[in-house]
Every structure is written in structure tokens, then in C-alpha cells.
């Protein structure tokens, strides 16, 4: 390193030859250059007094200076290239001012692959300070990741392939009963929370239920002028709801709407069955909990007696009153069942038994995404820090 510029160095030639600054009894001046060092002694008689201080101090200072000024630029360019090379910032949102702490929900693919908006919770259920996306980019910064099994069946290279963030929740989604939902066993230990119609979900989430009314008061029913309907779009021999079909229409009229029957009144579920004194809610398969639309939809909210075929009766009585549906198993044959539904059509006050529900309770049928997808933003900020995982998937949904 130079420690004495040009400019410098004939500085201190001139202060060297000017002797008289500092040592004006001086005999001579010797000026001595070693390298890029300049040096200045002065002699009084034969003894040497010493060099000339500025020169090295000076130069000291200098290079103090230079070696700053370069560390600085250094860590300047060292600073510039790891902003470079940041990742790109996680989006996240922005949480209101003294409102509930944000909550990510990432929907990790649209359910049977029908693409459909995401939901205002704040708007449809008052949940605030949630933002339900599709957008893989949240990933990392999502509290709960929703997988819908029917789109993944098992496929584990369907699920997220990035480390799992700590803390966020991988939720199992479902709504098919167990004879319809399989390759379970590849999932054991994957996920951490269950979301399904099935008692003891993580989530729990029926088709339907029945919600106390503010304000006990009857309701009128609609005119009613034909006995019973179904309504089925898809028909397989093989299930049991059609084997039943068959042997109970021997001894009553059924009215059948579908794919591959009679058209609904314009379209309407709720319009065409509620023309009707009974529907035939029948499951296309029998599980325990498996309660569907049929019931809460087709049969309570067109204002008709269910007749069901699921799970037990004991089973219904969870999630409703014994006193609002006929089950198949009350009778030791369709003929008898045949029979008592018409009794009940001959006997308007026996018939109106079965809605004494109506004086308390109202139907609730869960809407397909928008409840589920807002129900899960609603737990994760309970559970936020919860830990758990979910070891024997096939073993609880298949009980």
C-alpha cells in the first residue's frame, strides 16, 4: 500500500528541508526514501535526534482511512448481493387493526375439479380477518391446507411437495361415505385434522341440522295433493336403496324424478316434492352418520315426512327428533311400511305429528363450499398452535 501520495511526499520534502519548524538548531537534514516511505532525520552535532513524526502519523491516517472507506464498500456490495438472492417475500395478510388474527386458508385443489369462487366470511358468516385462496404462492404462509380426498385418492404426489411450515394444519376433506372413499391407507400419518360429516371430525361438518328458532311459533304447511316421491340420479341395482324401491312399490304408487325418470317442476327439488305428503330419503349407501341432502334438503325442506333408509334409527335420533321421519327398520316388511303411510294419508292429525318440530326448529342445509371453507379459517385461529396428526385415517373413517 502507498502510504505517501506524490502530493504528499513533497509535503514533506518541503517540511523536511524547512528544518527550522521543529529543530532550528539543527546541524544538517538527511531525506531518506525507502520504498513508498519517506523519512527525515536531523542531527544536532553527531547525534541523531530523530525523524520527522508528521511523515509516519500522517501516513497512519491515511491508511486508517482508505482501509474504512474500502470495508465499507465491501459490506456495501456483500449486503447488495444477498438482498439479490432473498427469496421473494411471502404474501400475507394484512391484518386489521384490533380486530382477530389473520388466518390463511389455501384450498389446495377445487373439489372434484369444478372451479368455483372463494368465499367473503366476513360477508356470509361473519368470520373476520379471513382469506380463503387457491393461490399455491400462500403456501408458506398459510395457518391450513385443505385437501379434498376425491381429487388426491391416495395419490401422495397430489399433495403439497414443499416442507410442511411449522404449526400449519393439513386437513383430510370428505363428504363420501366409506364405500365410496378408498385408497385411505396411503394417507396414515399425513394429515392433521379430519373434515367430514362423520361424529368426531376435527371439523364436523353435516349435510344439514335442525336450528332452534328465536321465536316458538307453528308453521303452515304447503298444499299437498299427492302421496309419495323420489328422486335418484344414480341407479344401480346393486344397492340396497333400489332393492327396497322395488319391493315397496308393489304395494304403494312411487313417484320417481331423475336422470332417467320424470323431469323436476321447473327444475326445482324443493318445488316438486313439496306437492308431496312423503319422500323416500334413502342413502346410496349405509354408514354410520351418513345422513345426506336427501334428508335435510329433498325431504325437510320441501316440507315432506322423510322416509329413511341409512344408518340405524338410533343414529338419526343424534341429529334430529324421533318424531320427524319414518325409518324403513320400524317395520318388518315394506307391505307393513306400504300400510302405515297410508294410514297417515287417511289421518291428517296422526300425519301432522311429524312436524311438530317446525314449532321450535328450522332446517339448516350446509352449503357446498363456502360453510366448510370459512368453518375451517374459524378453527385453525382456535386451534392455531395445536399439535396433532391424524395415525389411523382408514381405521376412524371406516368404523
Same mark, same amino acid.
Given at each position: 500500500m502507498v502510504l505517501c501520495e506524490n502530493d504528499f511526499v513533497r509535503l514533506i520534502r518541503k517540511s523536511c528541508e524547512t528544518k527550522s519548524e521543529w529543530f532550528p538548531t539543527a546541524d544538517y537534514m538527511e531525506i531518506v526514501e525507502i520504498g513508498n516511505e519517506i523519512l527525515c532525520s536531523y542531527n544536532i552535532g553527531k547525534r541523531l535526534i530523530g525523524t520527522c513524526k508528521q511523515c509516519r502519523v500522517l501516513v497512519m491516517r491515511t491508511s486508517y482511512a482508505q482501509f474504512f472507506v474500502a470495508a465499507i464498500v465491501c459490506i456495501f456490495f456483500i449486503l447488495v448481493l444477498c438482498f439479490k438472492n432473498l427469496p421473494p417475500p411471502v404474501p400475507h395478510m394484512r391484518l386489521q387493526t384490533g380486530g382477530p388474527p389473520g388466518v390463511t386458508v389455501?384450498?389446495?385443489?377445487?373439489?372434484?375439479?369444478?372451479?368455483?369462487?372463494?368465499?367473503?366470511?366476513?360477508?356470509?358468516? #361473519?368470520?373476520? #380477518?379471513?382469506?380463503?385462496?387457491?393461490?399455491?404462492?400462500?403456501?408458506? #404462509?398459510?395457518?391450513?391446507?385443505?385437501?379434498?380426498?376425491?381429487?388426491?385418492?391416495?395419490?401422495?404426489?397430489?399433495?403439497?411437495?414443499?416442507?410442511?411450515?411449522?404449526?400449519?394444519?393439513w386437513i383430510w376433506m370428505n363428504f363420501e361415505s366409506p364405500s365410496h372413499t378408498s385408497n385411505l391407507e396411503e394417507l396414515e400419518g399425513i394429515f392433521n385434522w379430519t373434515m367430514s360429516y362423520k361424529l368426531g371430525s376435527d371439523i364436523f361438518m353435516p349435510y344439514g341440522s335442525l336450528q332452534r328458532k328465536k321465536t316458538s311459533k307453528p308453521e303452515k304447511l304447503p298444499q299437498k295433493n299427492k302421496l309419495l316421491a323420489w328422486v335418484i340420479s344414480n341407479w344401480n341395482e346393486d344397492h340396497a336403496r333400489i332393492a327396497f324401491y322395488w319391493r315397496l312399490s308393489r304395494y304403494i304408487n312411487i313417484d320417481v324424478y331423475g336422470?332417467?325418470?320424470?323431469?323436476?317442476?321447473?327444475?326445482? %327439488?324443493?318445488?316438486? %316434492?313439496?306437492?308431496?305428503?312423503?319422500?323416500?330419503?334413502?342413502?346410496?349407501?349405509?354408514?354410520?352418520?351418513?345422513?345426506?341432502?336427501?334428508?335435510?334438503?329433498?325431504?325437510?325442506?320441501?316440507?315432506?315426512?322423510?322416509?329413511?333408509?341409512?344408518?340405524?334409527?338410533?343414529?338419526?335420533?343424534?341429529?334430529?327428533?324421533?318424531?320427524?321421519?319414518?325409518h324403513v327398520d320400524d317395520f318388518s316388511s315394506p307391505r307393513m311400511l306400504a300400510k302405515y303411510l297410508k294410514f297417515l294419508d287417511r289421518n291428517p292429525s296422526a300425519y301432522r305429528r311429524y312436524f311438530s318440530w317446525k314449532r321450535t326448529y328450522q332446517v339448516h342445509v350446509t352449503s357446498f363450499w363456502n360453510e366448510h371453507l370459512c368453518a375451517v379459517c374459524t378453527a385453525a385461529r382456535a386451534a392455531r398452535y395445536q399439535t396433532k396428526v391424524v395415525s389411523d385415517l382408514a381405521g376412524w373413517f371406516n368404523s
Open positions: 389455501l384450498l389446495w385443489w377445487y373439489p372434484f375439479g369444478s372451479q368455483c369462487k372463494m368465499p367473503d366470511c366476513a360477508a356470509l358468516y #361473519g368470520v373476520q #380477518g379471513c382469506r380463503v385462496t387457491t393461490n399455491r404462492s400462500f403456501y408458506a #404462509g398459510a395457518e391450513a391446507v385443505i385437501i379434498h380426498h376425491r381429487d388426491i385418492l391416495g395419490n401422495v404426489s397430489r399433495l403439497p411437495q414443499n416442507p410442511r411450515p411449522p404449526a400449519q394444519k336422470r332417467d325418470a320424470m323431469s323436476l317442476v321447473n327444475d326445482s %327439488v324443493v318445488q316438486t %316434492v313439496s306437492r308431496y305428503k312423503f319422500y323416500l330419503a334413502f342413502e346410496n349407501s349405509q354408514h354410520p352418520d351418513y345422513i345426506t341432502e336427501k334428508l335435510w334438503h329433498n325431504a325437510l325442506g320441501s316440507s315432506a315426512v322423510p322416509v329413511v333408509l341409512g344408518p340405524s334409527r338410533w343414529n338419526y335420533e343424534k341429529f334430529l327428533p324421533g318424531s320427524a321421519f319414518i
